[in-house]
């Protein structure tokens, strides 16, 4: 296999860990700083409960347009169909759609509980309700919740808050050079965002920003912004070509709600083998650095034998 074509492989996972780590952390993050936001107004953390579980429950809602199929027929695909993104990719093709259906029931157990509907008519009404709700209680609170996000996100991953940006806007205006679409379900994709992050240089430092249309989407965007920084040592060393030829493969708008609805089992169950006590942060850029087959050997190893990849972390020093 070539150099470029491992190296493509490896992105696709670092993605995949991004996406995942974003998608976890906001299942539950708002509940790290659950004080300050009932001080702000008690009503703000059963709505983001609720949002989280729309991020992940709106992948399997009938006729979602963003996605191409369901995702059960999606995730059969990569073992199948050449054309399929993520056709014989060793991690993605093996483990994706079982790691998809692990969040999806363990999202219907977490809308039991929250008393949110699946069912497609009331699903669809919650989702106005709650976003209507949001949009009233953050109004009188923006400072505080920009401030907020940035302590959640530093809280997560322990970068210091001064190169985390916040931006709670009514509505994500994307210039034509920022997630160019490759195809009509990007394109899809990219009218309908309400969230964004993106790592820029401002002089000699590297800043990450965060925007979306409540609180709880800035603050995943900034968790996921800050993961892309860190990921960002799983490609310094490769040429400018190879660079922009995996670029060009990997990174997709259309490939991101693949990511999202399978990305947060992924890394909840990841996490079960980190070290205790070891920053985050520098076990994801331990696995960035990791040449792609050792990588794709670790976390298969997490997935199937959580014991031996729990001796594979006591070995390394992080």
Request: with cysteine.
């Amino acid at each position: 296999m070539s150099d470029v074509r491992l190296e493509i492989q490896k992105r696709h996972t670092l993605n995949w860990l991004i996406q995942g780590a974003a998608q976890h952390a906001g299942m539950t993050f708002h509940h790290l700083v659950k004080d300050e936001l009932n001080a702000l107004d008690p009503r703000l953390l059963p709505y983001y409960d609720q949002y989280a579980l729309i991020n992940l429950m709106q992948y399997w809602q009938p006729k979602v347009s963003i996605l191409s199929c369901g995702p059960a027929q999606f995730w059969r695909q990569t073992a199948t169909d050449p054309k399929n993104p993520f056709f014989g990719h060793p991690l993605l093709s093996k483990f994706g759609g079982r790691l998809a259906e692990a969040g999806r029931q363990r999202a219907y157990a977490r809308c039991y509980e929250k008393g949110f509907s699946c069912l497609p008519v009331a699903f669809r009404h919650q989702v106005l309700q709650v976003v209507v709700g949001l949009r009233r209680l953050e109004t009188p609170h923006r400072l505080r919740l920009h401030q907020l996000a940035r302590e959640t996100a530093s809280t997560v991953w322990g970068i210091p808050q001064e190169r985390l940006e916040a931006d709670l806007t009514r509505k994500i205006v994307l210039t034509p050079d920022k997630l160019v679409a490759r195809n009509e379900r990007g394109d899809r994709f990219r009218k309908c965002i309400v969230g964004y992050g993106e790592v820029t240089r401002r002089g000699d430092d590297l800043i990450v920003t965060g925007k979306g249309t409540n609180w709880q989407l800035v603050a995943k965007e900034l968790v996921k912004g800050t993961a892309e920084l860190i990921c960002l040592h799983g490609l310094n060393e490769l040429d400018d070509d190879t660079y922009q030829q995996v670029i060009n493969v990997t990174d997709h708008l259309d490939l991101e709600p693949w990511m999202l609805q399978s990305g947060g089992e992924l890394w909840r169950m990841l996490l079960t083998s980190f070290p205790d006590g070891a920053p985050i942060a520098r076990v994801l850029m331990h696995l960035a650095r990791l040449p792609a087959g050792t990588l794709e050997s670790v976390i298969t190893t997490a997935l199937e034998q959580p014991e031996a990849a729990a001796r594979y972390w006591a070995d390394k020093e992080i």
